[in-house]
């Protein structure tokens, strides 16, 4: 495993230049130790729900419980029949008052609320935190609950987390470690991004799972407290470890750069799955075939590549306005709708 990079006092514009533009996650020590969230997180587990609970609107969030087993991991179940956790919706009242019970257990079960968005729930909380970084249109969303763990899995967004009480580790993998990490199936995972089979990366079987070597190997590893956040680019797998006992609150921003003229999404994900579902019944040296088309169709041509084309007789190699992208469009809806 290795060292990530480290900074502090970092501005927004520094941040743009410094960070986003490096492709590598980033741990800003102290970038939101001056929330009020952050002190209440300091004076313990009272203080913190309490603060917490003026700001609740009564909205029911979504709230998850796993067996209180070495990996406390929201993931799989063994032989993938299913997930290692239960899933109900419940106030953070009722929330609240289960953490502050299972505070007083030796070895609780690993409860959490998951990625609610503030404004929706706690209206007030984010304009009282507010993370110095970024726009307010980015909208933050909260995970509250005792210790507990997120096996390696990915998002396709940029990814700000901010740790307001609590400690978390995670363990930070590039894109290119995938085959690595068992994968399980991206249309059947515990999120809405595919997730490794694995509770642990650090604890699984070699002999079972000899890759995984290979991928700490390559792993970049960091442990926040309150105040300390981390970014994470798009597509970098995570696995993130909630450490305290009792509380752990974290905040974190998603956001997405800028899509195509007239799209509300560029679906990513949605084409990956369409290429997998294309391909997966061809002969593997067709397969092959596809893959090198792939690399100079989707990833390579681009400038010089490109110089043999006057630049107004592009394209799809070139700028698309609104018209031609919409008429692309149509074109492949019409062609995934034929039997």
């Known amino acids: 495993m290795q060292a990530i990079k480290e900074l502090a006092g970092l501005t927004r514009q520094g941040f743009e230049q410094e960070v986003l533009q490096d492709y590598r996650p980033v741990v800003m020590r102290g970038l939101v130790s001056d929330w009020p969230l952050v002190a209440q997180g300091r004076a313990g587990l009272e203080a913190c729900l309490q603060y917490l609970m003026a700001f609740d609107g009564g909205k029911p969030v979504d709230a998850v419980l796993a067996r209180p087993d070495p990996a406390r991991a929201f993931g799989y179940r063994p032989g993938l029949s299913g997930f290692s956790f239960v899933h109900d919706k419940r106030p953070y009242a009722a929330l609240f008052e289960q953490l502050w019970r299972y505070s007083h257990f030796p070895d609780p079960p690993a409860l959490a609320a998951q990625s609610a968005l503030v404004a929706e729930v706690l209206p007030g909380l984010e304009q009282a935190n507010a993370c110095p970084l970024l726009d307010a249109a980015v909208r933050p969303r909260i995970w509250i609950g005792n210790r507990a763990s997120v096996p390696a899995h990915f998002d396709d967004s940029h990814n700000i987390a901010c740790v307001a009480a609590g400690r978390r580790r995670f363990t930070l993998l590039p894109p290119q470690c995938a085959p690595l990490l068992y994968m399980g199936p991206p249309d059947h995972a515990p999120t809405p991004a595919p997730m490794s089979v694995l509770p642990n990366l650090q604890t699984a079987d070699a002999e079972r799972f000899p890759l995984v070597r290979q991928a700490l190997e390559q792993a970049l590893v960091a442990e926040l407290g309150p105040g300390d956040a981390l970014y994470i680019p798009p597509l ?68 010089e590549s490109l110089a043999h084309i006057p630049a107004d007789q592009r394209h799809m190699f070139g700028e698309l306005d609104v018209k031609a992208d919409a008429a692309i469009r149509k074109d492949l809806i019409a062609q995934l709708g034929k039997p």
């Open 236 to 303: 970098w797998f995570h696995q993130v470890e909630a450490l305290a006992p009792d509380l752990n609150i974290l905040m974190n921003y998603w956001w997405r750069d800028a899509p195509a003229a007239q799209r509300k999404d560029d679906l990513h994900l949605a084409a990956m799955r369409l290429a997998m579902l294309a391909f997966r019944h061809l002969p593997d040296g067709e397969r092959e075939g596809w893959r090198a088309l792939f690399e100079h169709y989707v990833f390579g041509a681009r400038g």
